[in-house]
């Protein structure tokens, strides 16, 4: 149900005052005023005016626009035998009929269920009372009460002189209610006027809109102006203060500026004492602030919100501050760095003079300043997200010169993490990494080590594009000379992996061994054969020939890690068949292997083919030491573990003559068998 404006007007004109005079109505009873008030709330006669404004807002909260509405009577007509006053408005309504009859509002036609009994809840000053009204049509009762008492006393000129008017200004607490859904925003009236007598209501409102019955509470505050109801006014009003120094003393060539939502906005200027005037407001609600201020002054936009109350306003002074000398000033200089001494680009430094504040940015390599300040004390604080900052905030005074080298060091930001792989993807542990130009010494650097998982961490990383590179010279990386960059953004920050070969300038390390028979021999005739020796956490191989006369061999460029150390031949089996070798720092040496060698074998015998037993087998090869056995009673002889070479196979016993047998060379296994001999003249063998 919507709750007519009209309705509801009665108690707003409770302050009327009528061209009797302000002190008629503050002696009045609240009983007595009951009758006039029906009858002055409308005026419904010919030519008659009122208007109101009404603000507010919506259910959701948002604000509502302050609208000027203005109704007047344009004539009467006749329906149903009764006089009806026709009304047009503002917002181009027109046609509407209104009537008043036994203190009831009626809209035509009549027989809409929207009139209401005007309130009777006109209230004298200190006065308190409760009305409750049913309403059959609507199945509602509406109950209001309040309470009256003064805000102020003020004194009102008006043509015949000046008197007190004890009730210009009231204040009244009122509370609706009613059952089950009558009571809404709307059924309270935030302005309303009476020809040029302004009556004013303000409101606060407490209550839940969500409620099908429930209870709002407002708070008015009613002004009258009675200097209106008698003439002699052009409805306009000055709005006036001043615009003050921080240290005192006005500040002159200030613009000054009020809106009332039109598009013309009066403006005027300070004068030597900082004072300023804007004349043409009318009553209602404005904005004040500065629109200009000369270039030496600082001021926090903060307008002013205020209300013209049928009389000139005196705004409180708008402050500024002295930031700014034209004329040359002083310089505040310093720097935001991490501990490490990297710059902190993203922080923000703040000075602050007074309720004044001017922010800046460091340039790229931190430092940062405020230029053309005038002698004074000022305070800077350096802020960034993620970092803390040591100190919090430096108070400066400027006296006569610059100030230079504020030093704001700032822990926290980032951690940049990587790993420093191989090509195998394994972690290399022991890499020193650094953070920083790779090509100015003098530029701020952090190191930090690789774990056993090649794992690395930096901290107190600024935001931006920052620079990572190798600084082990033991390995070479695939970032090149210029480092890798990577871009950091809040607190955590990844690495992309770098890979690491090693450097073949900076290892001079060996593996070193034999690769030998059990005479200690070298494996001769194997020109195929080598050791070689896998990095199993780089992948690489390195290898070298063995020594054919003591095969020993020497494998060089081994770095620091695990390997796979092999031999191999052609010609003869190796064990073992893998040693395993973890190098860190020095060279490894005594990785042997064995070969096994051919072997040379056959049976000494006579003439008849009978063994002979104490026979001298010798065999000699050129470089080598004899090889000499004997034989025994199966007249066998074997040699074994012979690399491959040209031998030369002597027999010898006394008296007897054997033939010489010659391998060139020997490069297999070899059975002669059997090597007859000549017994001497005479023997029975």
């Known amino acids: 149900m919507t709750i007519r404006r009209g309705a509801l007007l009665t108690a707003a004109l409770l302050t009327l005052v009528f061209q009797s005079g302000c002190d008629e109505l503050a002696g009045t009873d609240a009983d007595d005023l009951i009758d006039a008030l029906v009858q002055a709330w409308l005026p419904l006669a010919e030519e008659a005016a009122w208007r109101y404004v009404e603000d507010g807002s919506y259910e959701d909260e948002s604000p509502m626009e302050t609208y000027v509405y203005t109704r007047t009577v344009t004539g009467t007509v006749v329906r149903n035998g009764q006089t009806w006053f026709e009304t047009s408005d503002s917002n181009g309504s027109s046609g509407d009929l209104y009537r008043v009859e036994g203190g009831v509002v009626w809209e035509w036609p009549p027989d809409m269920p929207f009139a209401y009994p005007i309130f009777d809840l ?276 400027v006296s006569g010169s610059d100030v230079e080298d504020l030093v704001f060091t700032g822990t926290g930001g980032a951690t940049a993490t990587g790993r420093v792989v191989t090509p195998l993807g394994f972690g290399l542990e022991g890499v020193e990494m650094m953070l920083g130009s790779p090509f100015d010494p003098s530029a701020p650097q952090q190191a930090a080590t690789t774990d056993s998982d090649g794992y690395y961490a930096f901290v107190n990383v600024p935001a931006g594009t920052q620079t990572v590179r190798g600084n082990d010279d033991r390995y070479m990386y695939n970032h090149g000379a210029y480092g890798h960059d990577f871009t950091v953004t809040g607190t955590e920050a990844t690495i992309p992996d770098i890979e690491a070969t090693p450097n073949p300038v900076s290892w001079n390390l060996t593996i070193s061994g034999r690769m030998k028979t059990s005479r200690g021999q070298g494996p001769w005739g194997d020109d195929g054969g080598g050791v070689t020796a896998y990095s199993t956490l780089f992948g690489l191989e390195m290898s070298a020939a063995p020594q054919c006369t003591d095969g020993s061999y020497t494998i060089d460029g081994i770095f620091d890690g695990p390997f796979e150390v092999r031999a191999s031949s052609v010609i003869y089996p190796v064990t073992p068949d893998l040693l395993t070798v973890t190098v860190a720092g020095t060279s490894v040496t005594g990785q042997d292997f064995t070969i096994t060698g051919f072997t040379l074998s056959g049976r000494a015998v006579d003439d008849l083919g009978n063994p002979v037993s104490g026979v001298t087998a010798t065999l000699s090869a050129q470089g080598f030491s004899d090889l000499v056995v004997t034989t025994g009673a199966d007249g066998r002889f074997t040699f074994s573990d012979l690399v491959v070479y040209d031998y030369h196979l002597n027999f010898a016993k006394e008296g007897w003559s054997f033939p010489l047998q010659s391998f060139m060379p020997l490069n297999s296994n070899r059975n002669v068998g059997d090597v007859a001999g000549t017994p001497p003249p005479g023997s029975w063998e």
């Not at 000053?125 to 309470?147: C, K, N, Q, Y």
């Not at 009102?156 to 925003?185: I, K, N, Q, Y």
């Not at 002013?304 to 310089?331: A, K, S, T, W, Y």
Request: glycine share 12%.
């Open 122 to 397: 006109s209230l004298a000053v200190g006065a308190s009372r409760t009305v409750e009204i049913f309403h059959a049509e609507a199945g509602d009762t509406l109950r209001m009460s309040g309470e009256m008492t003064y805000l102020r006393d003020e004194s009102v000129t008006t043509p015949a002189g000046t008197f007190d008017c004890r009730v210009f200004g009231l204040e009244g607490t009122f509370t609706m209610a009613s059952d089950p859904d009558f009571v809404m925003e709307g059924g309270f009236i935030n302005w309303f006027a009476r020809g040029v007598g302004i009556v004013k209501n303000y409101h606060t409102f407490s209550g839940d809109e969500e409620e099908p019955a429930g209870e709002r509470t407002a708070v008015l505050h009613y002004y009258n102006i009675p200097g209106g109801l008698h003439g002699g006014h052009d409805g306009t009003y000055a709005i006036t203060g001043r615009v003050m120094q921080y240290e005192g003393g006005g500040v002159a060539g200030v613009v000054v500026n009020f809106n009332d939502g039109s598009e013309e906005i009066p403006t005027a200027t300070t004068d030597a004492e900082g004072r300023y005037r804007l004349e043409g407001a009318r009553s209602g609600p404005y904005m004040v602030g500065i629109l200009e201020l000369p270039p030496e002054y600082y001021w926090e936009w903060a307008p002013l919100d205020i209300m013209v109350i049928d009389q000139d306003v005196e705004v409180p002074d708008f402050v500024v501050v002295r930031m700014n000398d034209p004329g040359g000033g002083f310089r505040i200089q310093g720097w935001a760095r991490t501990p490490e001494g990297f710059a902190i680009p993203e922080a923000r430094i703040l000075l602050t003079r007074y309720t004044a504040f001017w922010e800046v940015s460091p340039a790229p390599v931190g430092d940062w300043e405020f230029w053309y300040l005038p002698e004074g004390t000022y305070v800077v604080k350096a802020s960034a997200d993620y970092f803390t900052f040591v100190p919090d905030s430096i108070v400066v005074v």
